[in-house]
């Protein structure tokens, strides 16, 4: 078996696509790190809301970056990639709708995406990883060896959050969800600093109508091409 060389896998797409799932699978798949960008701006949110920083729509951008630069943040992921801020595991509470209603702000501040980036840049230059996230074949990676661009329609989008929120014990409304959805996809396409576009050298996956097992199957064929790989991997 030939292996997959050492190279950076960069997943962008709109909310709920199923980016991360793919990503894990396919870390998982090829020995790679999985990291997720979208947790570490959900971390930086419940941060900035559990100092008291945010309040309804508004958020304290000033008293957020002062904190982040005199203590920063001790962000991490631990096994069965669960994100902490230092030992404290944060997995839960960063996936809740309050934190989904307040990360696209949050994570359209400027020096909130520096922050972020500074990271992720040490942590993909050890090569080996997928990424996920919204602007990582853009602007994070823009040199990514392979980039994917996920999309789904609107209708399947919300279902799968739906679903993913209701197996968490987190009753939603359906129109609530569609609603979060699609206000984080205008806010995060539309911020100034590297919102969400399609990387020129990105493939598309529209996967509105695909299971895991046939994205990963198509993402396999395609890295077997691009890297010329002949045998099963
Ligand atoms: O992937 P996610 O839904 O967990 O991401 C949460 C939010 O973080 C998303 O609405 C926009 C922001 N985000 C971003 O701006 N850039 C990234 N690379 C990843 C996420």
Redesign the pocket.
Known sequence: MNAVPDIIIAI?GY??TG??TLAKLIAAEFGFTYL???????AVTLFAMESGFVSGESINADALRQALEKDGLDINFGAENRTFIGDRCIEKEIRSMEV?SH??PV??LAFV?AF?DEKLHAWGRRGRVVM?????GTA?FPEAQLKLFVTASDQVRAQRRYDELISKGQQTPMQDVMANLKE?DY??SH?ET?P?RQAEDAFVLDNSDMNLHEELVWVKGLIMGRFGIFESI
Do not use: E, F, H, T
Not at 36 to 42: C, V
Not at 132 to 136: A, E, L, Q, V, Y
């Open positions: 962008d909310s709920a980016k991360s997720d960008s979208g947790a570490m701006y959900r989904s990360v696209s994570a359209a995406r972020v996920d996230g919204r602007d990582i994070v984080r806010i995060d911020r590297n969400l």
